[in-house]
């Protein structure tokens, strides 16, 4: 257990504050999405939650809500993926033009942790081991073959989530073919080595200082690469049962840890994120993969899970990241509690929660 500090909302500021929820599934009754799937039961339970928190909330779902002031405090943005190529910088940006405070990190720093290969470099920089890899933007230069050995590669968009895109060759020829159908559709490509090994994620909170949670991972019955289709993620599909597990793996445990508080410098302040890592248990060798500042924060999800292993509540959660954003952009002066808090460090893991 490790003393932290927890932000929430005073009564007063509750009665006083006008929110701008903005999601693209902000309008819907809470049912899946035939495209987004799940998504949409997200974005609906994050609503529902900011409004039995007891804040004033009005949900858009298109930036229009942002092209001029409308007499809101705070936006609280979940919409990241608009239809087009780096749209979740959006948001940020038209916030900023109308002077409306908003969820997440500065435009520039999200343009920084959304781009993989800027990210993998930055990464590099603060010593941080990654596995190789190259990138492909549209117009520039032809890619040419990787000069590291591969049985398999991992080639998907440069600036995407929830594994949309992704395919896995295991020739050149068939990559340069995914290449070109990624830059087709208008997306700069990057291209990694496949590391056969688990997927563990470190979600990280913001505050008064940056709180790590608990070291997660999704573990599926009779898994081969930890690998979850995009339609797996959003629920499109039929798949395997998957239970969220807390790692209790100390060396693992301590040598992630030291890595994201290596990159932290490079992003903060943020409100809320997760750092995704590979991990094969035969080395125990650790490579950073990617980070998203804008994380899936819906309750069956690595953040909200790693939050009630530590001690908080959904509600408690979205609370917290909601007030320290406020809080650091001079919205509110939020409420701040010392809290006890399970963080999965040397001597806690192995929890597990069904989702």
Same mark, same amino acid.
């Given at each position: 257990? *490790?003393?932290?500090?927890?932000?929430?909302?005073?009564?007063?500021?509750?009665?006083?504050?006008?929110?701008?929820?903005?999601?693209?599934?902000?309008?819907?009754? &809470? +049912?899946?999405?035939?495209?987004?799937?799940?998504?949409?039961?997200?974005?609906?339970?994050? #609503?529902?939650?900011?409004?039995?928190?007891?804040?004033?909330?009005?949900?858009?779902?298109?930036? /229009? *809500?942002?092209?001029?002031?409308? &007499?809101?405090?705070?936006?609280?943005? !979940?919409? +990241?993926?608009?239809?087009?190529?780096?749209?979740?910088?959006?948001?940020?940006?038209? *916030?900023?033009?109308?002077? !409306?405070?908003?969820?997440?990190?500065?435009?520039?720093?999200?343009?920084?942790?959304?781009?993989?290969? %800027?990210?993998?470099?930055?990464?590099?920089?603060?010593?941080?081991?990654?596995?190789?890899?190259?990138?492909?933007?549209?117009?520039?230069?032809?890619?040419?073959?990787?000069?590291?050995?591969?049985?398999?590669?991992?080639?998907?968009?440069?600036?995407?989530?929830?594994?949309?895109?992704?395919?896995?060759?295991?020739?050149?020829? /068939?990559?340069?073919?995914?290449?070109?159908?990624?830059?087709?559709?208008?997306?700069?490509?990057?291209?990694?080595?496949?590391?056969?090994?688990?997927?563990?994620?470190?979600?990280?909170?913001? $505050?008064?200082?940056?709180?790590? !949670?608990?070291?997660?991972?999704?573990?599926?019955?009779?898994?081969?690469? +930890?690998?979850?289709?995009?339609?797996?993620?959003?629920?499109?599909? /039929?798949?395997?049962?998957?239970?969220?597990?807390?790692?209790?793996?100390?060396?693992?445990?301590?040598?992630?840890?030291?890595?994201?508080?290596?990159? %932290?410098?490079?992003?903060?302040?943020?409100?809320?994120?997760?750092?995704?890592?590979?991990?094969?248990?035969?080395?125990?060798?650790?490579?950073?993969?990617?980070?998203? #500042?804008?994380? +899936?924060?819906?309750?069956?999800?690595?953040?909200?899970?790693?939050?009630?292993?530590?001690? %908080?509540?959904?509600?408690? %959660?979205?609370?917290?990241?909601?007030?320290?954003?406020?809080?650091?952009? $001079?919205?509110?002066?939020?409420?701040?509690?010392?809290?006890?808090?399970?963080?999965?460090?040397?001597?806690?893991?192995?929890?597990?929660? /069904?989702?």
């Amino acid at each position: 257990m *490790a003393k932290h500090t927890i932000f929430s909302i005073s009564d007063k500021d509750k009665q006083r504050l006008k929110i701008l929820f903005l999601a693209k599934h902000a309008l819907s009754d &809470g +049912n899946a999405d035939a495209a987004d799937g799940n998504h949409a039961v997200y974005h609906h339970e994050i #609503l529902t939650v900011l409004r039995e928190i007891g804040l004033d909330v009005t949900p858009a779902a298109d930036f /229009e *809500a942002l092209v001029r002031p409308d &007499g809101h405090d705070f936006l609280f943005t !979940l919409l +990241n993926r608009a239809g087009y190529p780096m749209s979740e910088m959006l948001g940020p940006l038209m *916030a900023k033009r109308i002077g !409306l405070p908003f969820l997440g990190a500065s435009p520039i720093i999200r343009g920084l942790a959304d781009d993989k290969h %800027l990210m993998k470099l930055a990464a590099q920089a603060r010593g941080v081991p990654v596995a190789p890899w190259i990138v492909a933007r549209i117009g520039g230069p032809q890619p040419r073959q990787p000069d590291f050995a591969f049985e398999r590669l991992v080639v998907k968009p440069n600036a995407s989530s929830a594994s949309w895109g992704l395919t896995m060759p295991t020739t050149w020829d /068939e990559a340069k073919q995914d290449i070109a159908k990624l830059h087709e559709q208008g997306h700069d490509v990057i291209v990694e080595r496949y590391e056969g090994a688990y997927d563990v994620v470190v979600p990280v909170l913001g $505050g008064d200082a940056p709180i790590l !949670l608990s070291t997660m991972r999704f573990e599926m019955p009779g898994e081969v690469g +930890n690998f979850r289709s995009y339609e797996e993620k959003r629920g499109l599909t /039929e798949a395997p049962k998957e239970k969220l597990v807390a790692m209790k793996r100390p060396v693992m445990s301590r040598k992630i840890r030291e890595q994201v508080l290596a990159m %932290l410098p490079e992003l903060w302040p943020f409100d809320y994120g997760r750092f995704e890592f590979r991990y094969t248990p035969d080395t125990g060798e650790v490579l950073f993969m990617e980070v998203n #500042l804008s994380c +899936n924060l819906w309750s069956k999800k690595t953040v909200a899970g790693a939050a009630q292993l530590a001690g %908080l509540s959904h509600a408690r %959660l979205v609370e917290h990241i909601a007030a320290s954003s406020m809080d650091r952009q $001079g919205v509110i002066d939020a409420v701040r509690e010392p809290m006890e808090l399970s963080l999965g460090t040397d001597d806690v893991g192995g929890e597990t929660i /069904e989702v």
